[in-house]
Antibody, heavy 118, light 110 residues
Framework: EVHLLQSGGGLVQPGGSLRLSCAAS????????MRWVRQAPGKGLEWISG????????FYADSVKGRFTISRDNSKNTLYLEMNSLRAEDTAVYYCGKGGSTYSFDYWGQGILVTVSS | QTVVTQEPSFSVSPGGTVTLTCGLSSGSVSTSYYPSWYQQTPGQAPRTLIYSTNSRSSGVPDRFSGSILGNKAALTITGAQADDESDYYCMLYLGSGIFVFGTGTKVTVL
């Protein structure tokens, strides 16, 4: 059974940094793209970043490009999102997701709240 | 900037049918965008319903179906049930590893 367990959220001051983790189990982690999605309070879903199975290619939405870095450790079956220069508008629940068979998600993490506030 | 538009809300009677659509601010949605659909209830993670236009995800009831209608992707719920009351989001693949979600549709069953 596929599980994605997220950790690392919390309260951070504007301009600060935070690293999210997503520990995967139940599938061959290195064989699948992984992605991050966020949802600001009361708002819709926003795709923000993706990484292919090997980790050699990464992709970002314009809203986070240059500030956020996605990475993965296939030896630890873990996905990461390093978030720098955080702004109030980055406040959201962040979800990790496993890439599905064709440009979709098939499994999701439980979500974790990141609050950027002084 | 690419904007993906969905109806803000829909109401459907129990047992009724509702079709949600997913359109592009400029251009038509085709299978080349690999439209997918997600259901989300408040406080919960999204659940994958449909991928690659019309393929149902594992465990999804067959009352959910996906298609292309005209120049939009569509999600049809046939025989709506009370627990279908949720927010629904489409997602399109724009190429080069980039995705975009639609604005979301709130479905009420009453």
């Amino acid at each position: 059974e596929v599980h994605l367990l997220q950790s690392g959220g919390g309260l951070v001051q504007p301009g600060g940094s935070l690293r999210l983790s997503c520990a995967a189990s139940g599938f061959t982690f290195s064989g699948y793209a992984m992605r991050w999605v966020r949802q600001a309070p009361g708002k819709g879903l926003e795709w923000i970043s993706g990484i292919i199975g090997s980790g050699t290619s990464t992709f970002y939405a314009d809203s986070v490009k240059g500030r956020f870095t996605i990475s993965r450790d296939n030896s630890k079956n873990t996905l990461y999102l390093e978030m720098n220069s955080l702004r109030a508008e980055d406040t959201a629940v962040y979800y990790c997701g496993k890439g599905g068979s064709t440009y979709s998600f098939d499994y999701w993490g439980q979500g974790i709240l990141v609050t950027v506030s002084s | 900037q690419t904007v993906v538009t969905q109806e803000p809300s829909f109401s459907v009677s129990p047992g009724g049918t509702v079709t949600l659509t997913c359109g592009l601010s400029s251009g038509s949605v085709s299978t080349s965008y690999y439209p997918s659909w997600y259901q989300q209830t408040p406080g919960q993670a999204p659940r994958t319903l449909i991928y690659s236009t019309n393929s149902r995800s594992s465990g999804v009831p067959d009352r959910f179906s996906g298609s292309i209608l005209g120049n939009k992707a569509a999600l049809t719920i046939t025989g709506a049930q009370a627990d279908d009351e949720s927010d629904y989001y489409c997602m399109l693949y724009l190429g080069s590893g980039i995705f975009v979600f639609g604005t979301g549709t709130k479905v009420t069953v009453l």
